[in-house]
């Protein structure tokens, strides 16, 4: 099931590439919660019983065109958001040839860096814009598989880490390059986009091996497979929750394979994995697209 968040409130699916099935009513039978609210993202937590909730409606539910709607993060409410940082060698050496400002001037793998957090704040879908900052700094793509959690754990083991994941979703990791915290670089508001959609984990039996490719304007920027990752799926959710325990809507943000290069206002980014879909994601100026908003609603 390919499930996503669009027009801020409704739940939809996917019915093929360009149709969606607005299935909201499913969301009527979540539990009423009340303060203080259960952590982790309430519709993952509940995915299972949604689901057949949304089963049943689906033949008959109202149909959008893609087109016609805007679509959010598939997950609303992530706890915290997990990055890798360095987990392809090829990535490795594209920063070892360029060092200093970029890139710092002692590059490592994940396996000497552990991993880092970017702000839930940070998070956007694939319909609104990646917005740059008003520095004079580099700002890099970085495509990505999204593991997204679904059941809670901690100290999970590689070989039950799979049965804790509730789908997957392309993610883009923005980055400011340059000497700061990566939690700082990497944390900007807009910075984090996941979409189109969140792939139900039944879709996608082997994680390991899904390709991937990152085009800005056309012109081929990064083509990879998660084959090449350094730790694979199971190993970062044994590794991120050997640290913090997961929950449900909790997002790993897996690592980005070589290619990664600097966006300017008015690109555009055409994000593709293996059985995730295709996104197209506009990248503009902080203080344009906040000046156009504004002149859009006086
Ligand atoms: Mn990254």
Not at 68 to 81: D, E, M, R, T, Y
Not at 128 to 156: M, Q, T, Y
Not at 256 to 265: H, I
Request: hydrophobic residues 40%.
């Amino acid at each position: 099931m390919h499930l996503c968040r669009f027009n801020d409130t409704r739940l939809g699916v996917f019915v093929g590439d360009e149709e969606i099935a607005d299935v909201s009513a499913a969301t009527g039978a979540l539990p009423q919660v009340t303060w203080p609210f259960p952590a982790g993202d309430l519709l993952v937590a509940n995915l299972d019983f949604i689901r057949d909730r949304i089963a049943d409606i689906l033949p008959d539910a109202p149909r959008l065109a893609r087109s016609a709607v805007h679509l959010q993060s598939p997950v609303a409410n992530p706890g915290k958001i997990i990055g890798a940082p360095v987990n392809y060698h090829r990535h490795l050496d594209e920063a070892r040839r360029d060092t200093g400002i970029n890139f710092g001037t002692e590059i490592k793998t994940i396996d000497d860096l552990g991993l880092f957090l970017k702000a839930p704040s940070s998070l956007i879908g694939c319909d609104d814009a990646v917005l740059l900052p008003p520095l004079d700094r580099r700002v890099d793509h970085e495509i990505e598989l999204a593991v997204i959690i679904g059941k809670s754990g901690f100290e999970i083991s590689p070989e039950t880490a799979l049965e804790h994941i509730a789908g997957y979703a392309i993610a883009l990791d923005m980055t400011v390059r340059g000497p700061e915290d990566r939690s700082w670089r990497k944390s900007f508001d807009t910075f984090s986009l996941l979409g189109p959609c969140l792939v139900t984990s039944d879709e996608v039996p082997n994680p390991d091996a899904l390709d991937l490719t990152l085009h800005v304007n056309g012109e081929i920027r990064q083509a990879s497979s998660t084959k090449a990752l350094i730790f694979d799926v199971r190993k970062l959710i044994a590794h991120a929750s050997s640290v913090y325990r997961l929950y449900p809507g909790d997002i790993i943000m897996t690592g980005t394979p070589e290619g990664v290069a600097p966006v300017q206002a008015g690109d555009i980014m055409e994000c593709w994995i293996e059985r995730l879909g295709r996104m197209n994601v506009r990248v503009a100026e902080r203080h344009i697209a906040a000046a156009e908003q504004a002149g859009g609603t006086a």
